[in-house]
């Protein structure tokens, strides 16, 4: 009878905390590789005030969370990205629940800022720093290469790292940036 009154809580409180909103699929009429994908919501009640937006997709009777973003405005969508190569003919099914999540929790990408940057991650990995805070060019090199405002390092999605800054001979490189400073000669401007 424990067990019974149990296992009832159990199924009960799952319910109160993940309720599925909405059910559908994704049929491919040509082959995919990493498809980005916006399901619009304008016939679904999707409340968030007492909890967060969920997808999963159902690969063999299994739930697997996907990171979605959610559109709102006058037409509200979900987004997501289908990973991998998906092949024609192939019919994807999803669920759209909310759970008792904070936004933190279901988020893909992290974002954290300290006094000289701002510092994109997934989980613990780096993605890239957007450097806010000037950086000198090495010692007696001319102060005029002295930067901010640019991303370094971009990583890869294998970890390497993609950009440089201050090449021996380039100072003026900062990983993706934009124009650097007025150029003058010895005659003039």
Known sequence: MKIVVLSALILITQTLFAQQILKFSVEFTEDRIN????????????????GTLALYEIINDKETALPC???TGHSARL???LNDETPKGTVRDFILKTEEKTATENAAVSLKKDSEDLCFQVGDKTILKY???VTLPPKGVDPLYKRSGYIHPLTSPGGKVLTRIQAPDHYHHYGIWGHGPKPTSATGP
Do not use: C, I, K
């Not at 498809?35 to 007492?50: A, C, E, K």
């Open 35 to 50: 498809t980005p994908v916006s399901v619009p919501l304008n016939r679904v009640n999707y409340n968030t005030d007492n």
């Open 69 to 71: 973003q959610l559109e």
């Open 79 to 81: 987004w997501f990205l």
């Open 131 to 133: 450097r806010h805070a």
